[in-house]
């Protein structure tokens, strides 16, 4: 039994070390991104609900991005604050702000998918750039540094939306470490020719390719997945590229409570259900073979089973991973989390188990 087991380690170990060397690689080891601007008219578009302290702080550092060509979409999702109120005083104050004003609707009441159809369909340039109003810009080139990957072929562009650190804080580590882990995934898989998702933080496409797929409509009964869902189904080889230059990240507020991030991350898993079987299958693989990865080596060691042989093993593996995550955390610029990884690994592995197991027993709540 203890020979198979062993067997089966090794096996484990080998997937693990082809994602790390195999597909994460591609991103990890990549070179670093030029930035070459381009003059291409865009549409920033933002859809809020209830975020008036948010957007009064970050509409205006997207008002004030250095580029030529540009307007604001701001759409009120149907607030029941002061954000509609401070969208219209913003109207005002920017001539290339546009302002869409999104009443609840009884077939698609609280469906933020339907306010940003509205608002792309209310757009005047041909090319998208979206953000959530709780997030800005890390320079006032963002706009420039993803526009600059589109090119005739290329016109969807998945960027990084990073969190902001907290110093002295585990739980800020956590989830910053996982949004890099995230990244790193979809940034490798699109370079590999298979982008499965992008994230609404910080995502652009050519308005053509919104038309293509009739929007939402495949997925509209699913709340969440504006941005996810749509990359999946829209995304191929042919038409995505990645921005990952520094000028091209948006920052938010990290979730102050472990509760918060664990329903955040419950409607992350529960959308990733309705991935194409291939994305399903790849992440699902991934995340299993890391848990199996633990348990065996607690197995195997716990019976001094080949243990010179399993720590060789375990070493390698940890090593590959690390260096890879190293080089990806520093395109990314989250260096200090490079040596958080073996611990918030772990975390992040039960924290999986939790969520996967929570949601069989409940639905994760959506949008505001």
């Not at 020719?193 to 992008?198: A, E, H, Q, S």
């Not at 924290?351 to 709540?365: A, G």
Request: include cysteine; aromatic fraction near 18%; charged fraction near 20%.
């Amino acid at each position: 039994m203890l020979i198979f087991l062993l067997y089966f380690f090794i096996a484990v170990v080998f997937i693990q070390i082809f994602y790390y060397l195999g597909i994460f690689g591609k991103f990890a080891f990549g070179k670093p991104q030029t930035i070459t601007p381009k003059k291409l008219p865009v549409s920033v578009i933002v859809c809020a609900k209830n975020e008036e302290e948010n957007v009064k702080k970050y509409i205006p550092l997207l008002a004030e991005q250095n580029y030529p060509d540009f307007e604001i979409v701001l759409i009120d999702d149907a607030s029941s604050d002061e954000t509609l109120e401070v969208f219209e005083e913003f109207e005002e104050k920017y001539s290339n702000i546009r302002l869409v004003k999104v009443k609840n609707n009884e077939a698609f009441w609280g469906n933020k998918k339907y306010a940003l159809t509205l608002g792309i369909k209310a757009s005047t340039k041909d090319y998208l750039l979206f953000t959530d109003a709780d997030c800005y810009p890390n320079s006032k080139d963002w706009i420039t540094a993803m526009s600059s990957q589109f090119t005739m072929n290329k016109t969807i562009v998945l960027g990084y939306g990073g969190y902001e650190k907290k110093e002295r804080s585990l739980l800020n580590k956590i989830i910053r470490f996982e949004t890099v882990l995230t990244a790193m995934q979809y940034f490798s898989w699109a370079k590999a020719g298979l982008p499965y998702m992008g994230v609404g933080r910080n995502l652009a496409y050519k308005k053509e390719e919104f038309f293509n797929v009739n929007g939402f409509i495949d997925h509209i009964q699913i709340r969440s997945g504006d941005d996810d869902l749509f990359v999946n189904q829209a995304a191929n080889k042919a038409n995505t590229t990645i921005a990952y230059s520094p000028e091209s990240f948006t920052y938010s507020k990290a979730k102050e409570t472990y509760k918060e991030w664990f329903t955040q991350k419950r409607r992350h898993v529960a959308t990733a259900n309705y991935y194409k079987f291939f994305d399903k299958m790849q992440l699902g693989l991934f995340y299993s073979s890391q848990l199996l990865f633990f348990l065996l080596v607690i197995i195997l060691l716990a019976f001094q089973f080949q243990w010179i042989a399993v720590l060789a093993l375990l070493a390698t593996r940890y090593t590959i991973a690390w260096i890879v995550i190293g080089f990806s955390a520093g395109k990314l610029k989250e260096n200090d989390l490079k040596v958080w990884f073996p611990i918030v690994e772990i975390v992040l592995i039960f924290t999986q188990i939790n969520i996967f197991i929570t949601n069989l027993f409940s639905k994760p709540v959506n949008w505001k």
